[in-house]
Each structure stands twice: as C-alpha cells, then as structure tokens.
C-alpha cells in the first residue's frame, strides 16, 4: 500500500508562492491618467487662438517646462521615499549664484566675484553645491532627526536669503559661456535642455521600475522598518536621495541661466508650489511608496499647459494665480477619475 503525500497546509507559505515586491510598471493605466487633460487642454488651446499649435508656441512650452520638470523629478524621487524637500525652490537660485561667485572677475561691474578658480568650473561647482545642500538637509533629517518638513523649509529661508546677499538682490549677467550653453543650445532643431529633461525623467524611471535600489526606493517610501527589517540601507538611499534632488535642482538652475542669459534675483521664488501640484496631480503619493516619474512628467505638461492657454486667452495677471489653483484642482478631479485610484 502505498502512501500519498499529504497536500501542503494552505495557510504555509512557499517560495514560489511567497508576496514579492508591487514592480512599477510604465503601462499601468492611472499613469496615463492626464493625459485626457492634456489632450483637452491642447483642444482649448486650439479653440483659445491658433498660434497654440504652432511649432515655435509648443517648443517654448515644452521648453519653459524644463527648469521645473528637473525641481518635479529631484521632488517625486524623494516623496516616493517617504520624504520631502522644500529647499529645492531656493537651490535652483543660490547654486548658479554661488557658482558664479566663485568663478566671476572681481572687477565686475555689476556683480563682484572672487575669481578664485577659472570659468569652465563653474558647471560642477554648481552641481556640486546643489548636492552638498541635499546632503546636509540629510544631515538635519537622519542624523540629527530633526522635523523633514521644517529643516527644509528652514533651509529654503536660509538659502533665499543667502543669495540675497550674495547678489544684493540684482540679477547676475555676462555669465561664462560655458555656464550659459546647456539652456541655451539647440540640438537638431529642439533646444538641448528638452532633450536633457527627457533623458534624466527616462534614467530615473528606468531605475525605479528595473533597479534594485530603484524598487526599494518605493520599500523605503512604502513601510521603511520593513524595508529596514528586509536589509536595505534607509538612512543611507534617503541620504543619497536627498542630495540627487539637491543636484538636480542645481542643474535646473544652470537650464534656467543659460535659457534667459543670467541669473535672475528671484530665480526659483515661488516654485515649490508648483512643483507639489504637478507632483501631485501625477500620481505622486505625499505619503512616499506610490507614483512614477511619468506621470510626475505629464503634471509639468499640464500645469505649463494651463500657464500657456491663459497667456494666449489674455487673462489679465491679477486671475492667473486663482485660475491656475483652480485648474489644478480640476486636473485632481480628472485624474482621479481616470486613473481609478484613490489620491493620497
């Protein structure tokens, strides 16, 4: 007589059949969820004035989202980790500032620098402060557990007045060309900041959705004791995390520079609010573990979108704060229906 093997206790967990990680994957529908604002907008453009659809109309468009697609794409990876970082308003204005400080003659005629190193440095002495400030805002939230919230905005006063100072508040001009190239070329016939943007947005979702250290960005962001308990390093990816928003911020800055010829005395002044509400209205959860940096791309689209249809419809300046607030909050209400899912 033979023997048959028991069945296995329903209730036991098996290798094959143990939970593995949520991967991000691109096609999920809710991260097309904007999409059918864009398209809507595009169709009011249109209806607004002809000149929408123009090709010089749509290239500024997607040009001017530049500069706050890299503050939206440093914000998404740093909310998907549990965190956020008011500062990166006031990074991409100090980090060309203190760039240009160190590199500029200093017998300028408007803006006095100390000429302490040559011009072509300029580029990764800026990148450089703008990762320094990421890594110190990790220093004040890891190390020393201080609120995230109020040390980055603590650090966004402190940053806006420290470039204050450094440019007695006037915008900085005659910058080296090296500094100025990057916002203001032009790769076959599309400025090289669009092509910049898209490449960081497609690396950065490309290391989410299929690197290791990507996915457990979203393990951090969702449940960090469980991801510590599963062995990833927290303190150090948020760390890291932190000072790549920090650099990216800087580089929006050089964009920024290069694309209007200086360093403006408010360059920055304002953004995080934007930056939130495309971060938001893409999918981003401000609760950390939830989004993907395509949809944190089609928020820049839809709020410069927004900015462009009122320019053309001729809405006079003293609305436009309480349209666009308005809009977003109709972009919310669409994307949530679209997508399916609840918005945290």
Known sequence: MTETAAPPDAGATTPSSAPRARTVRPGRWRDFSLVPVILVLGVIGFIVSPAFLTRDNLVGVVQQSTELGLLVLGEALILISGRMDLSLESTIGLAPVVALWLVMPAHGDRFTGLELLPAWTAVPLCLAVGAAIGTVNGFLILTLRVNGFIATLGMLTALRGLQVGLSEGRSIGDVPPSFAYLGGATWLGVPAAV??????????????????????????????????????????????????????????????????????????????????????????????????????????????LVINVMTLAGVPPLWTQFLNGAIIIVALVISRFAGGGKQD
């Open 195 to 304: 092509w910049i943007c898209l490449a960081l947005f497609a690396a950065g979702g490309a290391a989410l959705g299929y690197l290791r250290h990507g996915r457990a960005l979203y393990a951090v962001g969702g449940n960090p004791e469980a991801a510590r308990a599963a062995g990833i390093r927290v303190d150090r990816l948020t760390w890291i995390v932190l000072a790549v928003g920090g650099l990216l911020a800087a580089f929006a800055g050089i964009l920024y520079t290069g694309h209007y010829g200086a360093v403006s005395a408010s360059q920055g002044n304002g953004w995080i609010f934007q930056v939130f509400a495309a971060a938001v209205i893409g999918g981003i959860s401000l609760k950390g573990g939830r989004g993907t940096l395509f949809g944190a791309l089609t928020g820049v689209l839809t709020l410069q």
